[in-house]
Nanobody, 122 residues
Framework: QVQLVESGGGLVQAGGSLRLSCAAS????????MAWFRQAPGKEREFVAA????????NYADSVKGRFTIHRDNAKTTVYLQMNSLKPEDTAVYYC???????????????WGQGTQVTVSS
């Protein structure tokens, strides 16, 4: 069992930056692939970024490539999402997820946080 708690969301102007954090409980954190998804009002949940258990492999949605960076600190059982050059279309609730496989489909992830709101103003 893994419990995930996101933080770091907020209101930022277009072009600004935010760093999201996801703190995980449990000693098995390093066994899981981790990912960030987001969901805007009226839209389906979409993949943002994923990182393998070791941190060696990463994957990004095309819409965030070059702007967002995912990384993890297994000693701190925390995964981060650094978001730069934010756009209004990045506005959404951002969710952290843990799963057994390094995938981009939300169905592959078993554990989810409660989400943190990111709002980008134009």
């Amino acid at each position: 069992q893994v419990q995930l708690v996101e933080s770091g969301g907020g209101l930022v102007q277009a072009g600004g930056s935010l760093r999201l954090s996801c703190a995980a409980s449990g000693r098995t954190f390093s066994r899981y692939a981790m990912a960030w998804f987001r969901q805007a009002p009226g839209k389906e949940r979409e993949f943002v970024a994923a990182i393998s258990w070791s941190g060696v492999s990463t994957n990004y949605a095309d819409s965030v490539k070059g702007r967002f960076t995912i990384h993890r600190d297994n000693a701190k059982t925390t995964v981060y999402l650094q978001m730069n050059s934010l756009k209004p279309e990045d506005t959404a609730v951002y969710y952290c997820a843990a799963g057994d496989y390094f995938r981009s489909s939300h169905t592959e992830y078993r554990y989810w946080g409660q989400g943190t709101q990111v709002t980008v103003s134009s």
